[in-house]
């Protein structure tokens, strides 16, 4: 088992910016791809970024040139920068991990971060 800790979230001004981060402790090793989900109220959880072990980056539409995530292998930590902060971007911020040991695949989630944007 993997465990997946966030910090970093909080209230912030249109247009601010919020650095996440996401530590992950336990069966860690084989963790192929690292990411960030997100949930609004009253909608689904929906993909943010993920980074890959071989370092590519995938990130949605609505966060494309605002969002940049990054991995830190050695700290097992993975790393959302949020600039251009708008109210839509409020929601729960999920740390994601899958992780590939031989056949089996498993994926983590963390406890969940809140972002708050005001406008």
């Known amino acids: 088992q993997a465990q997946l800790v966030e910090s970093g979230g909080g209230l912030v001004q249109a247009g601010g910016s919020l650095r996440l981060s996401c530590t992950a402790s336990?069966?860690?090793?084989?963790?192929?791809?690292m990411g960030w989900y997100r949930q609004a109220p009253g909608k689904q959880r929906e993909l943010v970024a993920t980074?890959?072990?071989?370092?590519?980056?995938d990130y949605a539409n609505s966060v494309k040139g605002r969002v940049t995530i990054s991995r830190d292998n050695a700290k097992n930590t993975v790393n959302l920068q949020l600039n251009s902060l708008k109210s839509e971007d409020t929601a729960v911020y999920y740390c994601?991990?899958?992780?590939?040991?031989?056949?089996?695949?498993?994926?983590?989630w963390g406890q969940g971060t809140q972002v708050t944007v005001s406008s």
């Open positions: 980074i890959h072990d071989g370092g590519s980056r």
């Open positions: 336990g069966s860690i090793d084989s963790l192929r791809t």
């Open positions: 994601y991990a899958h992780r590939v040991a031989g056949p089996y695949q498993s994926d983590y």
